[in-house]
């Protein structure tokens, strides 16, 4: 684990609206485990700070069988139009003492825990502010962002996530052999296409 204090921030308070199956793309079932619950244990895994932000409905649904981390409960139905945005914004106001934090999208369960460390050691040893995982020069996620940058973060509204924060910054990719760290869930396809890639692993 890194010497410095880093939090992953996990959201999961979307919409989701995109998946056009029954339920919310977070309870999808790829083997015994939710999409979501799959995320959350690779990220436990790391040994590091973890903050959950997760609506109200998916919480009531998947809750007794997520294992136990911070949760931040937002009730999406009172304001529909909760983003990505604001869900990292409520992770990193629950988590203000940290070091930096690590975004990782409640919708990509195959980010192996290695990979969300190699970010977070980057993060710490280079001194730079943003720092994301790579796959084929392609970017993927974790993305992390260093204590400088608390008050943008917490700024964030909208569903477009840090995105303008990367952008305007340069930043460091971790190139990784961890294709998961491109894959994420948001239709029906993507779904039935992880369950294959899960059941041949």
Known sequence: MPATHHCIVIPAAGSGTRFAGPGHKLEGRIGDDSVLGLTLRHALATGLRVVL???????????????????????????????????????????????????????????????????????????????????????????????????PLLALTGDTGARAIVQRLSGMAIELADAGVLVDIDTVADLEAARRAAARA
């Not at 940290?98 to 990782?104: F, I, K, Q, S």
């Not at 825990?113 to 970010?119: D, E, F, L």
């Open 53 to 151: 932000v997760v609506s109200r409905r998916v919480h009531q649904r998947l809750g007794d069988e997520l294992p136990a981390c911070e949760q931040v409960v937002v009730d999406t139905d009172a304001r529909p139009a909760w983003g990505m945005g604001d869900s990292i914004a409520a992770g990193v106001a629950a988590s203000e003492d940290a070091d930096g934090w690590l975004v990782l999208p409640a919708d990509m369960p195959f980010v192996q825990p290695a990979s969300i460390a190699r970010v977070a050691a980057a993060l710490a040893e280079a001194g730079t502010v943003v720092a994301w995982a790579s796959h084929g020069g392609r970017r993927g996620h974790p993305v992390g962002f260093g204590a400088a940058l608390r008050a």
